[in-house]
């Protein structure tokens, strides 16, 4: 699961960037009718933190099983190494 909120997470920042370009061309174009690209941007935002938030509370250390809430060497809980 969590390799999936990865790869969701990654494909929401694509989709952004490109719904992101889509709407500065249009408005470059004087095309001012931008809503549904808003949309589209708030949504692959948000879901983009969904998953960056599920990420980071399901880190847990293989030893102790605790939530290890940073990304760092040993486990703030039991001090022994993550690999």
């Known amino acids: 699961m969590k390799k999936t909120a990865k790869w969701l997470a990654g494909i929401s920042i694509v ?8 709407m500065g061309l249009k408005l470059l174009d004087n095309d001012y009718l931008i809503s549904t ?4 941007g708030l ?29 760092g060497k040993y486990c703030p809980s039991c001090g ?3 690999n």
């Not at 690209?37 to 589209?40: A, F, K």
């Not at 935002?45 to 809430?69: D, E, Q, S």
């Open 15 to 22: 989709v952004f960037v490109i719904d992101w370009a889509i």
């Open 43 to 71: 949504f692959s935002l948000a879901a983009f933190w969904v998953c960056m938030i599920y990420i980071k509370l399901t880190n847990r250390c293989p030893h102790c099983g605790k939530t290890t809430l940073s990304f």
């Open 37 to 40: 690209e808003i949309i589209i």
């Open 80 to 82: 022994k190494e993550i």
